[in-house]
C-alpha cells in the first residue's frame, strides 16, 4: 500500500490541544485544528508541532485520526507571552530535528503557520530540502501599519518574515496578498488566495426565541451582537456609540428603544475589568453616553457555545481598524445572522455588502447607527440576509473547502511537472 503523503505543520504558539477546556486559544489554533483534520480526511497524515508549554503533556498525542500533536520542548514548560518567544526558536528547531532521529519519520512537507514557525521552517528546509508553504495569519508590517504603539511584536519580526524563501505563500484574502506583494516584494506567482472558513456542524442556527430563552434575553428587543477579542484596535467603543445614536434615534422619534448590545469576550469567563482593561473603558463610555443599561457583558464562551450568542441576535456587527481575518463574523453568518463589519482587511472580502450585511468605513458610528436604524425598522431584512449569509459561508467558506484548496496547492508543490494553475480561489 502506498504511504499517505507526510505533511509536518509547524505552529509554535497556536495548538489544537489549546481547545479543549478554558485553555488560551484564538483563530489560529482554530486553522490548525481544522485544516489538519479535514486534510486527514483526504488522507494525509499531518503531525502538529507545537510548544510544550505544560510539563503534564504528554511529547506525541494521537489527536484525531490521521493527526498526531507533537510537543516540542522549547523554552520552560509554561504558557510565555506569544511576543517573547521568539528567543526560543533554535531550540524549537532543535527539538524537531532530535524528532525525527527518534521517529524516523519522513516529511514531505513543511507547512508553517506565523512568522516564527516561518523561520523554522526555512530553517529546516535548508537542511532537509523539504517545499515550504507559510501563512502567516497576520504580516507584521500591516501590524505595525494599523496597531502602531499597541503593536508588541519584537524588533526582530519584519526582518526574519520569510516571505521571499518560502515556496508558496497562502494569503486569506485579496488585500493580504496585495500586502506581500507590496510590502514584501513577494513573487505573485507563489501567492495562492486560499480564505479560513467555518465549522457549519459547531455553527448554526438556532431558533432565536430558543437562544434569547436560554440567555436570558428579552424576547422582542433588538439585539445587537459583538463577539470576539476585547481590545483596543477591536474598536468595540465605535458599537457602543452607535448603539447610542440608535437609541437617541429611537427615542426622538419617540419609539420605546427596546433595544440590546450584548458583548461577548475577554480574557475570563465572568467579565472583568481587571482581566480585561478596554471592558472598563467601555463600560466608562457607556456612563458618559447614558447607555448603561443597554448594554451586556457576557464574557470568555467557548466555541461550542457561541452559536446561541450569534443565534439571539438580530445582527452581528464588528468595526475594526485592523483584521487579518474575520472569523466571528463568519461564524455570525454561519448561524443565519446579517453581519456589520469595517470595510477593511478580509472583510470586504467575506462580506457581501448589501446582501449578507453591510460593509462601513472604521472609526464612523453614523454609519453604523443608519444600517442599525434599517435592520430595526425592516425585521424581515434581518431574515433575508441571513438566509443569503449561511449560503455563502456554505459554498465559499467551509473547512473542507479549505482542505481541498490546500491540497491543489500541495500537489503543484510536490509535482513539479504541474504549474501553479491558480492565484485565487477556484
Excluded at 483563530?27 to 483526504?42: G, K, T
Excluded at 494525509?44 to 507533537?70: C, H, M, N, Q
Amino acid at each position: 500500500m502506498e504511504r499517505p503523503v507526510r505533511i509536518a505543520f509547524l505552529s509554535e504558539l497556536a495548538s489544537p490541544v489549546a481547545l479543549l477546556g478554558g485553555a488560551d486559544a484564538d483563530i489560529q489554533n482554530v486553522y490548525v485544528d481544522e485544516v489538519s483534520f479535514n486534510l486527514a480526511q483526504r488522507g494525509y497524515a499531518v503531525d502538529v508541532f507545537t510548544r510544550r508549554d505544560d510539563p503534564s503533556l504528554p511529547e506525541i498525542i494521537d489527536w484525531k485520526p490521521g493527526v498526531r500533536v507533537i510537543h516540542l520542548a522549547a523554552g520552560p514548560f509554561k504558557p510565555i507571552p506569544k511576543d517573547e518567544l521568539w528567543p526560543y526558536m533554535p531550540d524549537f528547531r532543535a527539538a524537531f530535528q532530535r524528532f525525527l532521529l527518534y521517529d524516523e519519520v519522513h516529511y514531505d512537507l513543511l507547512h508553517s503557520n506565523s512568522w516564527m514557525s516561518g523561520w523554522v521552517a526555512i530553517e529546516l528546509k535548508r537542511q532537509l530540502g523539504l517545499p515550504v508553504v507559510q501563512i502567516f495569519h497576520a504580516m507584521g508590517k500591516t501590524k505595525q501599519r494599523y496597531r502602531q504603539e499597541q503593536d508588541t511584536g519584537p524588533d526582530e519580526r519584519i526582518r526574519v518574515e520569510v516571505v521571499r524563501m518560502a515556496d508558496r505563500l497562502i494569503a486569506q484574502c485579496p488585500s493580504e496578498r496585495n500586502e506581500l506583494i507590496e510590502d514584501y516584494r513577494a513573487a505573485p506567482a507563489k501567492i495562492v488566495i486560499i480564505p479560513s472558513a467555518v465549522n457549519t456542524r459547531v455553527f448554526y442556527p438556532v431558533p432565536r426565541d430558543e437562544a434569547r430563552h436560554l440567555l436570558g434575553l428579552a424576547p422582542d428587543n433588538f439585539v445587537v451582537v459583538y463577539v470576539g477579542c476585547i481590545l483596543p484596535h477591536k474598536d468595540v467603543r465605535n458599537i457602543v456609540r452607535a448603539v447610542a445614536l440608535l437609541v437617541r434615534r429611537l427615542e426622538q422619534e419617540q419609539r420605546a428603544p427596546r433595544v440590546t448590545l450584548m458583548i461577548v469576550g475577554g480574557e475570563t469567563v465572568e467579565p472583568a475589568p481587571q482581566a480585561t482593561p478596554e471592558i472598563g473603558e467601555l463600560q466608562q463610555l457607556a456612563a458618559e453616553l447614558g447607555m448603561s443599561n443597554y448594554l451586556r457583558f457576557i464574557g470568555k464562551r467557548q466555541q461550542e457555545t457561541l452559536r446561541y450568542y450569534y443565534s439571539a441576535g438580530d445582527v452581528v456587527v464588528s468595526t475594526p481598524w485592523y483584521e487579518p481575518f474575520g472569523l466571528t463574523l463568519l461564524e455570525a453568518m454561519a448561524c443565519e445572522r446579517p453581519v456589520i463589519g469595517s470595510a477593511v482587511g478580509s472583510l470586504t472580502y467575506t462580506i457581501a455588502d448589501g446582501e449578507t450585511g453591510f460593509l462601513v468605513p472604521p472609526r464612523a458610528p453614523e454609519q453604523v447607527t443608519q444600517h442599525l436604524y434599517d435592520l430595526y425598522m425592516h425585521p424581515q431584512r434581518c431574515q433575508q440576509m441571513g438566509y443569503a449569509a449561511r449560503l455563502r459561508v456554505e459554498q465559499e467558506f467551509t473547512w473542507p473547502v479549505v482542505a481541498l484548496r490546500t491540497s491543489s496547492l500541495y500537489k503543484s508543490l510536490l509535482n513539479s511537472a504541474l504549474p501553479i494553475l491558480f492565484s485565487s480561489v477556484t
